[in-house]
């Protein structure tokens, strides 16, 4: 069965034996937060590496992975998840700059930007069958429920739209993939600067997920991001998918400034 969304996550040991971990999450936003060392990415770490393991590999593992996630609803043994990290690194892969030569990609932010734009296709292939199915069964509500359906990729358009205004760019609603016009020009989103990209990575991410439920992990997600796109980061996240949980660390203030203080939990408080 697959989980809504994570309940606890518990590490029995962090480092070598020492600072046991149990934190109880909120099924929408929780921030990790502590001073640098403290261990906040490190859980993240270990987490993501659990939710990596299939089910022989997980019972093989446990005793030295030390990582024990409960689930929502309780008898779940995995849920859906999305990783999003911020260091915008060069591409050293020669595997993957073998495949995306032609593209041009340089970083990794070009890399994951690359592998959204055919999650995208797929997204809107997944739209058209939904309408297509509303009208095939005859629902009388068919017209409202597909006008819904197709007013969530515009509505993520608009969001890019206003987020990227002040740089001129504007997405372009005619192609199935992602470009922008800029300057009279036509530009793939790798020409874009680290913080746009990373702002667009975000938001596709949690776009492609359709509205469903899932987890959605950051690790400093603020790097690169403009201190106002910072302020509206989880609000935007939150709009685009109300459904998803997410679990970030950071050591940016702006980014719970605007109404999210509740949601921080800092690292001493979940040792045990």
Not at 53 to 82: C, W
Request: charged share 25%.
């Amino acid at each position: 069965m697959t989980a809504n969304y994570i309940k606890r996550i518990e590490i029995d040991s962090l480092w070598r034996g020492t600072r046991h971990i149990v934190w109880d999450l909120r099924p929408g936003v929780n921030v990790l937060s502590g001073i640098n060392g403290v261990g906040k990415s490190t859980i993240l770490r270990k987490t993501i590496r659990r939710l990596t393991q299939g089910k022989e590999e997980l019972e093989r593992d446990y005793n030295s992975l030390g990582v024990h996630l409960t689930f929502s609803p309780e008898e779940a043994d995995s849920v859906r998840f999305d990783v999003i990290r911020g260091v915008d690194r060069p591409l050293v892969s020669a595997d993957i700059l073998n495949k995306v030569m032609e593209a041009r990609l340089t970083t990794e932010l070009d890399w994951q930007l690359y592998q959204l734009q055919r999650r995208f296709l797929d997204y809107q292939v997944n739209q058209s069958n939904r309408i297509v199915a509303l009208f095939t069964a005859a629902d009388p509500e068919a017209q409202a429920k597909a006008s819904e359906i197709a007013a969530e990729k515009s509505h993520f358009q608009d969001l890019v739209d206003e987020l990227f205004e002040a740089t001129g760019k504007k997405i372009d609603r005619g192609s199935n993939e992602i470009f922008f016009h800029h300057l009279g020009e036509r530009i793939p989103p790798y020409l874009l600067s680290s913080g746009e990209k990373q702002m667009l990575i975000i938001l596709l991410t949690v776009l492609v997920e359709d509205r469903q439920s899932y987890v959605l992990l950051m690790d400093e997600p603020e790097i690169s991001l403009h201190i106002e796109w910072q302020q509206r980061l989880l609000e935007l996240i939150t709009d685009l998918n109300p459904h998803a949980q997410v679990i970030l660390t950071t050591h940016s203030p702006a980014v719970i400034m605007s109404g999210w203080a509740d949601c921080v939990t800092d690292v001493e408080d979940i040792i045990v």
